[in-house]
């Protein structure tokens, strides 16, 4: 089965964001992953029209009420009409995610995947600290390339550990 990598981030973004974004896209295509993103538009557009550049497959998990209001670079696209709450069902599609910078939303995003044992790797993203301590989960990397060999192989990493409770249990 597809590895399913969230690209998380703003929705009105810098040039530097939407370049770094563009090639994440495009490299998790490339790797035959599945790209997930909120599908509006900055961060989510750019990572989309990265992947449908290099014929993959980029799904949407929009907040509102038509697919009329996602990026044109979507492959599929899923309406929620939950606002902001899309973002627990965005994060709970993914085996890991890749955070571009980001605001308030993707902070939720992040806190929703620590919370749930997901990965996150993020690109000039938030800074977190707990009782004035780093929070190692979030492993902060340089760029694409580096972004998605990490989310790769905590993904994969996160999958067979799964695989081996469900074993363990059966």
């Known amino acids: 089965m597809a590895l399913y990598i969230g690209v998380i981030g703003e929705r009105i973004c810098h040039e530097a964001h939407r370049?770094?974004?563009?090639?994440?896209?495009?490299?998790?295509?490339?790797?035959?992953?599945?790209?997930v993103c909120g599908g509006m538009g900055g961060v989510m557009e750019a990572a989309s029209y990265g992947a449908m550049n290099a014929k993959g497959?980029?799904?949407?998990?929009?907040?509102?009420?038509?697919?009329?209001?996602?990026?044109?670079?979507?492959?599929?696209?899923?309406?929620?009409g939950m606002g902001e709450g899309r973002n627990l069902i965005l994060v709970r599609s993914c085996d890991a995610l890749i955070a571009i910078g980001g605001g308030y939303g993707t902070l939720s995003e992040i806190a929703?995947?620590?919370?749930?044992?997901?990965?996150?790797?993020?690109?000039?993203t938030w800074n977190l600290t707990k009782e004035g301590k780093g929070d190692t989960r979030l492993v902060e990397v340089s760029g694409p390339e580096e972004?998605?060999?990490k989310a790769f192989e905590r993904a994969q990493s996160r999958r067979q550990?799964?695989?081996?409770?469900?074993?363990?249990?059966?």
Do not use: M, W
């Open 19 to 35: 370049q770094i974004a563009e090639k994440v896209g495009q490299l998790i295509a490339e790797s035959g992953a599945v790209l």
């Open 112 to 124: 929703f995947a620590h919370k749930l044992g997901i990965p996150v790797v993020g690109i000039h």
């Open 57 to 80: 497959v980029a799904l949407g998990i929009l907040p509102g009420h038509s697919r009329d209001e996602g990026n044109p670079y979507l492959t599929f696209s899923i309406i929620t």
């Open 161 to 170: 550990e799964k695989g081996q409770r469900i074993k363990e249990k059966g």
């Open 147 to 149: 972004a998605v060999e």
